[in-house]
Nanobody
Framework: QVQLAESGGGLVQAGGSLRLSCAAS????????MGWYRQAPGKQRELVAT???????NYADSVKGRFTISRDNAKNTVYLQMNMLKPEDTAVYYC???????????????WGQGTLVTVSS
């Protein structure tokens, strides 16, 4: 009943910027935590950044100072501004929403389909 739609991935040169967006739909009252994870080829999925409805933010050490996460609670949308991109940032980026309250009940966790970010050297 809850779906996440990601957008904004693509190909960029090292040092460039991209902005990812993820909008949740499905008659939602509130979402506790929204975030971004990524999975590079041959590696496990890892945390990039999360943000709570109250604005508490957590970043992976590898992206601190370069990436900025934000959200619009009224639109149930989370953003990831990625600056100073490096080739090692190349991965499929997944949106995640946790503790989603809807008219149908509460969902513990929902994932988006992923969007590919490729950073060329």
């Amino acid at each position: 009943q809850v779906q996440l739609a990601e957008s904004g991935g693509g190909l960029v040169q090292a040092g460039g910027s991209l902005r990812l967006s993820c909008a949740a739909s499905g008659r939602i009252f509130s979402i506790n935590v929204m975030g971004w994870y990524r999975q590079a080829p041959g590696k496990q999925r890892e945390l990039v950044a999360t943000i709570t409805s109250g604005g508490t933010i957590n970043y992976a050490d590898s992206v601190k100072g370069r990436f900025t996460i934000s959200r619009d609670n009224a639109k149930n949308t989370v953003y990831l501004q990625m600056n100073m991109l490096k080739p090692e940032d190349t991965a499929v980026y997944y949106c995640n929403a946790d503790r989603i309250a809807t008219v149908y009940g509460t969902y513990s966790e929902v994932w988006g389909q992923g969007t590919l970010v490729t950073v060329s050297s």
